[in-house]
């Protein structure tokens, strides 16, 4: 189980520091414009990127099963927010793919520590 934690907390912090330290390349991966603001780089780099960089950091400093449930839960916020898009926004084959990264870490990270 531990192990299993570390690498959820290190996927968040991988993922995290893509839409932090690389915030055009996220939102060309996202299919995301920039546009002529430059709030759309500032948004990735807070809610798609250091946001995610934090979580998994706090879960490994904090350590315990509480902190690496509620990184849990905010994957599962965001895969809930995908499916969420999926129903309401239409179907892709890349949010399908998000979704599934999404619940994928979030819905173990959750049952393994409650």
Excluded: H
Excluded at 54 to 76: E, H, K, R, T
């Amino acid at each position: 189980m531990d192990i299993l934690n570390i690498i959820f907390a290190l996927a968040s912090i991988g993922l995290g520091c893509f839409g932090w330290l690389a915030p055009r390349y996220t939102l060309a991966t996202l299919d995301l414009d920039p546009g002529t603001s430059n709030m759309g780089p500032s948004e990735i780099r807070a809610s798609a990127g250091a946001l995610f960089v934090g979580m998994g950091v706090g879960a490994l400093l904090i350590g315990g099963s509480a902190a690496y449930a509620m990184l849990g839960f905010c994957w599962c916020g965001a895969a809930m927010g995908r499916l969420t898009s999926l129903v309401l926004d239409g179907q892709s084959r890349k949010k399908w793919v998000f979704f599934l990264v999404e619940a994928g870490v979030g819905i173990p990270a959750v049952l393994l520590n409650l």
